[in-house]
């Protein structure tokens, strides 16, 4: 008998550059499982050009055809992928039956540490630091950036390690060695050690940041930042389906579009029984979803309607939050985006930003990763100085754009 993760996850990849690979994924079917796979997609820097989507309830079958990249590896995706099944835990001998009690308890936290580096300051060197990480799949949970007078740099990075191995010797010398080779002899010094979770509670931002990112009008959008498109058409249709509620979206693509689209369902309990997303000419992309609620029916109440068509928007529209900020003599770059309900933040935010910032020159004083809760939602608020002595004099809205663009794939 062959290996239950060969059957549960397929992938094909294209013969030529550019050409999608196809992800073929059965498994049985938990709430936001859909949610949970397009977040891995996008934690490898997978772009989806089409997917489609069916489930009776209890067995799923999902196909996602997706852009990779040349250093994409699909092995380690292909395992992550049968990692987050229901049905990798059926290798193990555990009956559905079980995996339903165990799937209500509270997931278990993942130990965290702290990585600490010092080093000479260069113009890319958080970027270099970051793609590390993300290679290694070391989650970065906090940050705090510091410059010295002397042109040195101190990174305290709050990780935790997919793998769950940095407890090891072994895994803190290949981390340390990929540093190494990343970062050469302007290493300093390294260090990691484990530290509670309390270390990385959460922290309000200021009543300045407040005021500026999470303000918003009445129908969710926010007044200022920039945004993938104002065309984002939502249609609800609870006629064409006896079981189901039709959502029709038509809207642009960025990264991480089906990501957030299906965060959304999840944060809101609803289960997706049949969909179809497609990207077609001029990043235009067209997204059919018959959906219904936890109990299994079609969703006929107006306000529970119009709290999800509102938030969906929202959403499309505004990912992210990208604004430049004055502070005192100084810029700040500041960057938002939702965390689920189930505590998990955005992949990829800092990286991008930090590959953003190197692209264009741009010098990084100091930077933080923070937690902010208003009203019954909780954001990711990254802060980063700019060093605008030792960077060329480029125009603030031009690294706001291109934050944003980097952030939205559209480089």
Known sequence: MGNLSDDVVI?????????????????????????????????????????DVSTDGKWCYLVFWVIGKPNTRWN????????????????????????????????????????????????GLLYDVTEVLCKLEIN????????????KVMDLFFVTDTRELL??????????????????????????????PEITARSQASSSVTETLFSSDVS????????????????????????HTLIHITCQDHKGLLYDIMRTFKDFNIQISYGRFTVKRGRNCEIDLFIVQSDGRKILDSSKLNALITRLRAELQQPLRVVMMNRGPD???????????????RPQV?????????????????????????????????????????SLPIPRSKIEEEVWNTLMGWE
């Open 220 to 243: 969710g959008e926010h007044p200022s930042g920039l945004q993938t498109s104002s065309n984002v058409s939502i249609t609800v249709d609870n006629s064409l389906s006896s079981a």
């Open 331 to 345: 810029t700040e770059l500041l960057v938002t985006n939702p965390v689920e309900l189930s505590g998990k933040g």
């Open 350 to 390: 800092f990286h991008d930003i930090a590959l953003a910032l190197k692209k264009i020159n741009t010098c990084i004083f100091s930077a933080e990763i923070g937690r902010h809760v208003t009203g019954d939602r909780e954001w990711e608020v990254y802060k980063v100085l700019i060093n605008e002595e030792d």
């Open 76 to 123: 380690l995706l292909k395992m992550r992928l049968v990692e987050a099944s229901p049905s990798f835990s059926w290798a193990f001998g555990i009956s559905r039956c079980y995996l339903s009690d165990s799937e209500s308890q509270p997931p278990k936290l993942p130990h965290l540490f702290l990585l600490k580096l010092a080093c000479s300051d260069r113009t």
């Open 167 to 196: 407890g090891t010797v072994k895994r803190r010398d290949e981390v340390y060695e990929y540093l190494r080779d990343a970062i050469g002899d302007s290493m300093i010094s390294y260090d990691i050690e484990l530290v509670g």
């Open 11 to 51: 992938i094909s990849q294209s013969e030529k550059e550019g050409d999608p690979s196809v992800i073929t994924i059965n498994c049985p079917d938990k709430t936001g499982l859909g949610c949970d796979l397009c977040r891995i997609l996008l934690f490898f820097g997978l772009n989806i050009v089409r997917g």
């Open 140 to 151: 970065i949970e906090k940050v705090k950036i510091s410059t010295t007078p002397d042109g």
